[in-house]
């Protein structure tokens, strides 16, 4: 009896303790109801990512009028009809917000041989939801639509400054540089830190077992890394930033820099809408075809929003890496057509920086919310599914820095590990990556040698060591708790700073 009354205690014990409400030592609510970060011996904190998307959340997703109407013509193609209408609005100027129009694909079937390429600012293409069916036809990889601007970003010659602190944690939105001579508030600046052969000899990325002829090691020249900021105040030699840093600046590797900097061909203010968006396909395995549902490239504050992708072999959206602040929300890849291998079925791929990408879905897809190599953070997935997923999600191929996977659910493996000789040498795939009350079915996380950390907290999946052993392990916080306070990082966030989250956010999947 006593032995009875025993277990029955322990088994009330566990379950008030896996469902009572509980907290992160990380980050929480104080009394006062404001966030509080824990900082480590170095001073590094979780980061705020609230500055992502869509003018860093500040500004609603406008409704744009509708400038021309399009019907579906019957005939085998109508990518010419479409083109023109896009270029005609090109031509057109822009309104006192940025904008030249909607361009409204009505209800029906549209046939597209090849691609939509919007490269003019100001332009949203809208369909009447999935009424609206665009099938990519014929073969050929390619993007149904493609949103790109034009040029590259460039430093503007003499305004370097250095970064005069020995480190700058992780989670900073200040430092101080040598002079502010030419800087003022509102300023365009690239945060540089350089790649070292030191750091990279720390980090063992020039240890990389070969595998064959195509493992590369890293070195320093390929990671000199760039993130994009804007000054949002100067004290002194002191300088204030809107995101935070999200990869410390450390002296030993060669500390961090500043510049000014201007990108003339990006583009802004537009999006894509309410479409289906399909791919013709011989079988199961066809890789001839559609690749891409939409692909934003050179694009700053943009969305794609309320679009459902079926049959491609890659992405239902794919930001490319010079894309910045823009939102992908309530999106849908499912059923790609591809061989289930390596460089297939990214169903949201990130490779931009101040992304969000927010209630989306993905089935059967491999790498379904997903980063690639050297992505500037930060970037955050936000409470988005993933089913018959064939790989895992999170940071692949090489060194992605900080992005939060916030009340993300999959049926696959979240994983953030050293990737070692995989691809062509992958290696260390994240650092300062935090997943936020996500579920999974088992998940690797490991810390890096030098660098920078990873954090779990509150997350629903069995543990497991990850691909190469002798790693650092991450620390797991609440494992397989529910009744994590707050239950979403990234909302409570959005709010301390001002977001007005409810008119952004009022539905969901």
């Known amino acids: 009896m006593k032995a009875k009354m025993l277990l029955l205690l322990c088994s009330l014990f566990a379950m008030h303790w896996a469902n009572a409400q509980w907290t992160s030592k990380f980050v929480h609510a104080g009394n006062d109801g404001k966030l509080e970060y824990m900082a480590d011996e170095k001073g590094n904190i979780i980061p705020d990512f609230s500055g992502v998307g869509y003018y860093h959340q500040r500004k609603a997703i406008p409704v744009i009028a509708v400038v021309r109407t399009l019907t579906p013509s019957g005939s085998d193609d109508d990518l010419a009809m479409i083109q023109a209408a896009v270029n005609e609005v090109s031509k057109m100027d822009r309104d006192k917000d940025g904008f030249r129009g909607a361009i409204l694909l009505t209800k029906g079937i549209y046939r597209i041989s090849g691609t939509i390429k919007i490269n003019a600012a100001g332009i949203v293409l809208r369909g009447e939801g999935e009424a609206t069916k665009l099938i990519a036809t014929g ?33 900073a939105k200040h430092f101080s540089v040598s002079n502010t001579d030419g800087l003022k508030v509102g300023d365009r600046i690239i945060v540089f830190r350089p790649g070292t052969d030191k ?13 064959d002829s195509t493992t590369k090691q890293w070195t320093a020249k390929e990671y000199d890394l760039q993130f994009e900021r804007q000054i949002t105040k100067i004290e002194g030699r002191r300088v204030f930033i809107d995101n935070p840093v999200v990869m410390a600046m450390e002296e030993q590797y060669g500390g961090g820099e500043i510049y000014s ?3 003339e061909g990006r583009i802004n203010e537009v999006g894509v809408e309410d479409l289906l ?12 075809h559609g690749w ?49 291998t390596g460089g297939r079925r990214y169903s ?73 000789n995989w691809g ?13 009350n996500c579920t999974a079915s088992k998940a690797a996380v490991q810390d890096p040698w030098v660098s920078g950390r990873n ?6 999946a069995e543990k497991y060591e990850g691909r190469l052993k002798g790693r650092p392990g991450s620390e797991w916080e609440g494992q397989h708790r529910t009744n994590l306070q707050p239950a979403s990082l990234f909302e409570a966030q959005s709010k301390e700073a001002g977001v007005k989250w409810n008119e952004l956010y009022q539905t969901h999947q």
């Open 348 to 420: 949201f791929n990130n490779d931009g920086q101040q992304n969000l990408f927010i209630d989306c879905y993905a089935a059967d897809g491999r790498h379904d919310f997903v980063t690639g190599a050297k992505v500037c953070g930060p970037n955050v997935f936000f409470r988005s599914r993933a089913e018959r997923t064939h790989a895992d999600t999170g940071p692949h191929h090489r060194w992605a820095m900080g992005t939060l996977y916030d009340n993300i659910v999959t049926d696959g493996e979240i994983n953030i590990q050293d990737r070692g």
């Open 199 to 211: 750091w990279i000899h720390d980090l063992k990325m020039d240890q990389i077992e070969t595998r």
């Open 139 to 171: 073969k050929g990889q390619r993007s149904l639509i493609s949103v790109t601007g034009s040029g590259n970003l460039k430093e503007i010659a003499g305004t370097r400054k250095v970064i005069t602190d020995k480190y700058v944690p992780v989670g």
């Open 261 to 263: 900097c201007s990108f």
């Open 277 to 288: 968006c399909e791919s013709e396909y011989a079988n199961d395995t066809d890789e001839d």
């Open 292 to 340: 891409n549902a939409v692909s934003f490239g050179r694009v700053e504050n943009g969305w794609v929003k309320n679009v459902r992708s079926g049959y491609f072999g890659y992405s239902c959206v794919n930001l490319g890496a010079q894309s910045k602040n823009i939102t992908v929300k309530d999106c849908r890849c499912v059923d790609a057509k591809s061989r289930i």
């Open 455 to 460: 954090y779990v907290i509150g997350l629903n």
């Open 424 to 436: 062509t040498g992958h290696g260390w795939a994240g650092v300062n990556q935090v997943l936020w």
